[in-house]
Structure formats: C-alpha cells, structure tokens
C-alpha cells in the first residue's frame, strides 16, 4: 500500500499520522526540525507547545474540556499524553511540555507503519495524499508553493509567546499559590502589588528593553501600529504597551 506523507510534525501532524497509522495504512511524516527551525521552535520533538503549556479548560462543559472529551473517545494520542503528563492547573489541562513532546516523539517512532523523515518539504507533492500540517510558521519555500496552488494571498496570523520565568528566581515568601478564579487547587502563583507597585510595575514594564522583532514581525507590527493610530483597532482588541507608544 502506497504510504500517506503527512508534512508538519506539529500538534495537527502528529495526531493525523498516529490517526492513520492506527487505521492501518502506512504514513510517512514529514518534519523539517531540527535541521530547520522555525522562528518559535527550539526542540526537535514533534507537537512541541510553542508557548503555553495550558490546552484550557478542562470541565466538558466549557468548549475547550467538551473537544478534549471527543478527543479521548476518538482515541487522540495528543490528548492521551497530555493526560499522562498533566501538571497541576487548576481548572486548566496543563502538561509538562518537554516530557509530553519528547514522549510523542517516541511513541510514534516506535509505530511500525510510521516512517518520520526529518526534512524540510518545499513543494505540493504531485502524486499520491498528502495531508499538509505546517502550521501558522510554514516554512518559506512551502509557503509559497501553497500560495500557487491554492492562488490565494497569505492568511495572516499574529501571535506573541509568554517569557518563560524560571521557578526559583521567584521569591516565594511574597508570591503564594492559588487557584485561578476560586477554581480547583491552589497551583498558581500569585505576586500580591499594592496600587503603588502596580504602578511602579506598569511604568518598568513600559519602558523595559524590547525583545527585537523576528523578520516575520516585523510587517505585522507596522500594520497593527498603523491600525491602532488610525483608530480602527479591533473593538475589544488590547493593545500592549509598546504598541500605544
Ligand atoms: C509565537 C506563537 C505563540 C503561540 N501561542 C499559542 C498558545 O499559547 N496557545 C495556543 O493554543 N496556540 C498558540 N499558538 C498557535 C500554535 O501555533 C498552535 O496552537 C499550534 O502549534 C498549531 O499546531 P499545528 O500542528 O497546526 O502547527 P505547529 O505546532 O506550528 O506545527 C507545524 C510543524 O510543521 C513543521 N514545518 C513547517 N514547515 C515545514 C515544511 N515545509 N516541511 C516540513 N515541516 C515543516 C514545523 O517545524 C512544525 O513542527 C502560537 C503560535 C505562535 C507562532
């Protein structure tokens, strides 16, 4: 049987090849780390969280914790680990973001119908299915390969990755643990400011050095400045500090 290539070893791609593997059809999956990475990856696992580590709420009564339910009854390996690598979140399904992708990663290294090629896919290929799972950071060759055959111009997408603190820089005898919004355990951390320090914190934060923009931002950056002086901002959108300046 002729193998399915699925291209983009992210979230989507490594459950789609664990999808297809299981229904019994060989599946080669195709990821360009670590010989290419992209601007917001740094390991070379698949479905690597690409900031937080929180797939949202878990109780089925809340949209994100009713598609982990269908998820787990589909038999998803992406929701399957993120279960075993849970970490406390209060309401939240959190995982431990380096052992759940490493995890993934040998779990379906060890399939016998899965072949992972660590390469970077640059064209449509013409024969055969493929089931492209690149993600909001395609690489560029792929990209525009995609914007031929599809004779579309780009979708935007615009996000920003949570700084990551280290835990015991954190001094614990101010900060506290508790829960978020009153619901389940006490698992996060807390820094108390009165109105002085609030403001003093808001005045650092707006003034603090400024991580120097990836290429890929750089456009979009101008275009939201443009947009917020111009008054059209998104009714609702927030708008960070270093926009408003
Ligand atoms: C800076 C940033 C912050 C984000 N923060 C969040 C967040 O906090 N919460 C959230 O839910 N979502 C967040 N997202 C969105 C996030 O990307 C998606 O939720 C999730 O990663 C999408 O999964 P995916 O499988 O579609 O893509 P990805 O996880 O990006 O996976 C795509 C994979 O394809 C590979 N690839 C790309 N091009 C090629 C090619 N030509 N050949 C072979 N392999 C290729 C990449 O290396 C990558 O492994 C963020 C995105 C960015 C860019």
Redesign the pocket.
Known sequence: MEPIHV????????EATWQIAQAGVPVVL????PE???P??HSEH???????N?FGAQASDRAAGLLHEELRQLGSVVIGKADYHQVPAGGALAVDRGHFSADLTSTLAQHPLIELRR????TIPADGIAVI???????D??SLALQDFTGQAYMS?F????PIIVGESINREIAFMASRYDRGEAAYLNCPLNREQYLHFWQQLCAAEQAELKDFERETAKFLKRAYRSKRWPAGGKTPCAMAR
Request: charged share 20%; glycine share 12%; with cysteine.
């Open positions: 291209i983009g070893g992210g979230l989507a791609g490594t195709h990821e360009m780390r290419r990475k992209s917001a990856h698949l479905a690597e969280l690409v900031c937080s929180s390469e970077e896919v640059q799972t690149t993600g909001p950071l395609t690489s060759a792929l997408f996000d920003a990755a949570s």
